[in-house]
Each structure stands twice: as C-alpha cells, then as structure tokens.
C-alpha cells in the first residue's frame, strides 16, 4: 500500500553510523523513527544514549502512537558465545488510531529498503507482550545467531 511517505534525506547516513557505530553513534544502542507531522516523511525521533538497552527502547515508545524502531540486541548463544543483531521493530499499538495504524503499516517498507543494509530480522508489535525479550524478542533473534 503506497502512502506517499519517504525517508528523510539523512536517515541512510545516520543508519550507517549507527550500525558501523561510529562518529556521533557509538555506542548508541537504538534508533527509533516517526513519521512527522506533516506526514510525508520518516525522521528520527529519538536516539538511544550509549548505556540504554532494550528495556529503556520498549520504555521510550509512546503508549498510544505508533513508531519504527532499530536497535542492537546483545545476546549471548546457545554455545556461550557474546553477539548482538540489528533487529527492526515496527511498533503500531492496538490503541492507536486506525489512520495512524494504517499510515504506518504502509509505509514500514520504505524505511526497511532505506536501511537494508544490515536489517535481517523484522518484528512487528501490537501490544507490550509482543516486546517481550525472552518469550518474543530473543526466539526471533536465536533463529538467525
């Protein structure tokens, strides 16, 4: 379903920064996008401080709006090994408005071509328990370690 939403013109750069965490992201442990007000384009709408993780992600997306998401999931394997995915999270709560749901349902391709460098798995969320990490997020994330 075309919206007509594009990706603001630094989104890509910011993108390479992040997951090569380098210059003003290092550390940077998550990403998450809106839509502007205007609603023609995806922007940044905050960006994790170096020492957040997956709890402060799920924490700083609003309850009622919906919002796209990329963040560094650290994780150790079934063999004991440290290694973290890129995962991209797609946040479109049951609470928020159907135009906004369907805005947002539309336009998650356009922010995944943007940032397809480096993105191999998808999450998409309705509600909290869909952020669950053990029984949600770390299962999709164990598939591809």
Request: net charge negative; no cysteine; hydrophobic share 40%.
């Amino acid at each position: 379903m075309a919206t007509g939403v594009s990706v603001d013109e630094n989104i890509v750069s910011t993108f390479e920064d992040f997951k090569l965490q380098r210059g003003e992201f290092k550390g940077v442990s998550f990403i998450i996008y809106r839509i502007n007000d205007s609603k023609d384009k995806i922007i940044i709408d905050q960006v994790g401080e170096p020492g957040k993780d997956f709890d402060d992600f799920v924490g700083d997306l609003p309850e009622n709006e919906p919002r796209y998401g990329v963040i560094d999931i650290k994780f150790e394997t079934d063999d004991g090994r440290e290694t973290s995915k890129l995962v991209m999270i797609s946040w479109v709560p049951d609470t928020a408005k159907i135009r906004m749901k369907m805005m947002y349902a539309g336009s998650k391709e356009v922010l995944k071509t943007a940032v397809s460098g480096g993105i191999g798995i998808m999450i998409n969320a309705n509600d909290y328990s869909d952020l669950d990490f053990e029984s949600s997020v770390k299962p999709h994330v164990m598939k591809v370690a």
